[in-house]
Protein backbone atom coordinates (compact mmCIF):
# COMPACT_ATOMS: atom_id res chain seq x y z
CA UNK A 1 0.00 0.00 0.00
CA UNK A 2 1.49 3.55 -1.10
CA UNK A 3 2.69 5.83 1.62
CA UNK A 4 4.36 9.06 1.54
CA UNK A 5 6.56 9.64 4.30
CA UNK A 6 6.40 13.36 3.68
CA UNK A 7 2.93 13.19 4.28
CA UNK A 8 1.42 13.90 7.71
CA UNK A 9 -2.20 11.60 7.37
CA UNK A 10 0.80 8.97 6.26
CA UNK A 11 2.66 9.60 9.42
CA UNK A 12 -0.54 9.26 11.69
CA UNK A 13 -1.23 5.41 10.05
CA UNK A 14 2.71 4.76 10.40
CA UNK A 15 2.30 5.86 14.10
CA UNK A 16 5.57 8.43 13.81
CA UNK A 17 3.10 11.57 14.41
CA UNK A 18 0.40 11.10 17.20
CA UNK A 19 -3.20 11.49 16.77
CA UNK A 20 -5.99 11.17 18.64
CA UNK A 21 -7.83 7.66 16.73
CA UNK A 22 -11.84 7.33 16.82
CA UNK A 23 -11.50 3.78 14.53
CA UNK A 24 -9.06 2.81 12.87
CA UNK A 25 -9.10 -0.88 10.33
CA UNK A 26 -6.92 -1.49 7.48
CA UNK A 27 -8.19 0.53 4.81
CA UNK A 28 -9.47 3.65 6.83
CA UNK A 29 -8.71 5.86 9.70
CA UNK A 30 -10.60 8.03 11.43
CA UNK A 31 -9.28 10.77 13.86
CA UNK A 32 -10.29 13.67 15.89
CA UNK A 33 -9.87 16.78 13.76
CA UNK A 34 -7.33 19.01 15.94
CA UNK A 35 -8.79 22.12 14.68
CA UNK A 36 -12.43 22.08 15.24
CA UNK A 37 -15.19 23.65 13.20
CA UNK A 38 -18.24 21.95 15.07
CA UNK A 39 -19.20 20.52 18.35
CA UNK A 40 -17.61 16.80 16.82
CA UNK A 41 -15.50 17.34 14.13
CA UNK A 42 -13.58 14.50 12.69
CA UNK A 43 -12.01 13.14 9.69
CA UNK A 44 -12.17 9.94 7.74
CA UNK A 45 -9.29 9.16 5.75
CA UNK A 46 -7.96 6.32 4.04
CA UNK A 47 -4.51 4.58 4.90
CA UNK A 48 -3.41 4.23 1.41
CA UNK A 49 -2.00 8.03 0.31
CA UNK A 50 -4.30 8.96 -2.15
CA UNK A 51 -3.11 12.90 -2.52
CA UNK A 52 -6.12 14.52 -4.07
CA UNK A 53 -9.35 13.79 -5.24
CA UNK A 54 -8.30 14.26 -8.75
CA UNK A 55 -6.27 11.59 -7.90
CA UNK A 56 -8.74 8.94 -7.50
CA UNK A 57 -9.28 6.26 -10.70
CA UNK A 58 -11.69 3.69 -10.74
CA UNK A 59 -10.18 1.09 -8.73
CA UNK A 60 -10.70 3.42 -5.77
CA UNK A 61 -14.56 3.14 -5.89
CA UNK A 62 -14.57 0.54 -3.30
CA UNK A 63 -12.66 2.66 -0.68
CA UNK A 64 -14.54 5.46 -1.53
CA UNK A 65 -17.88 3.87 -1.01
CA UNK A 66 -16.05 2.58 2.41
CA UNK A 67 -14.56 6.03 3.60
CA UNK A 68 -18.53 7.75 3.16
CA UNK A 69 -20.09 4.38 5.30
CA UNK A 70 -17.50 4.60 7.49
CA UNK A 71 -18.14 8.48 8.33
CA UNK A 72 -22.00 7.66 8.16
CA UNK A 73 -21.46 5.00 10.74
CA UNK A 74 -19.41 7.32 12.89
CA UNK A 75 -22.08 9.98 12.43
CA UNK A 76 -24.88 7.42 14.07
CA UNK A 77 -22.51 6.59 16.85
CA UNK A 78 -21.91 9.76 18.31
CA UNK A 79 -25.31 10.52 18.01
CA UNK A 80 -25.84 12.79 15.18
CA UNK A 81 -29.18 12.17 14.20
CA UNK A 82 -30.53 15.89 14.00
CA UNK A 83 -28.22 16.45 11.30
CA UNK A 84 -24.32 16.26 10.03
CA UNK A 85 -22.73 17.10 6.99
CA UNK A 86 -20.09 15.55 5.34
CA UNK A 87 -16.95 17.80 3.46
CA UNK A 88 -14.34 16.90 0.78
CA UNK A 89 -12.33 19.32 -0.34
CA UNK A 90 -10.00 18.86 -3.34
CA UNK A 91 -6.78 21.95 -3.71
CA UNK A 92 -6.07 24.73 -2.45
CA UNK A 93 -8.79 27.44 -3.50
CA UNK A 94 -11.23 24.56 -2.04
CA UNK A 95 -9.29 24.57 1.40
CA UNK A 96 -7.14 21.52 1.73
CA UNK A 97 -4.13 21.70 3.95
CA UNK A 98 -3.39 18.17 3.91
CA UNK A 99 -2.37 16.62 0.91
CA UNK A 100 -4.28 13.09 1.72
CA UNK A 101 -8.03 12.30 0.71
CA UNK A 102 -9.88 13.06 3.82
CA UNK A 103 -13.34 13.47 4.50
CA UNK A 104 -14.77 15.84 7.55
CA UNK A 105 -17.66 14.83 9.42
CA UNK A 106 -19.03 18.25 11.38
CA UNK A 107 -21.90 17.46 13.67
CA UNK A 108 -23.42 18.80 16.80
CA UNK A 109 -24.94 22.09 16.11
CA UNK A 110 -26.61 23.51 13.15
CA UNK A 111 -24.74 23.95 10.06
CA UNK A 112 -25.06 27.46 8.48
CA UNK A 113 -25.47 27.31 4.05
CA UNK A 114 -23.81 28.33 2.72
CA UNK A 115 -20.77 26.75 4.25
CA UNK A 116 -18.06 29.62 3.32
Do not use: K
Not at 12 to 20: K, L, Q, S
Amino acid sequence: MARDPACLFCRIVAGTTPAEFLYRDEHTAVLRDVRPQAPFHALVIPVEHVRTLDDLREEHAALVAELVLRAVTLAREHGLAEGYRLVWNCGADAGQSVWHIHLHVLGGRALAWPPG
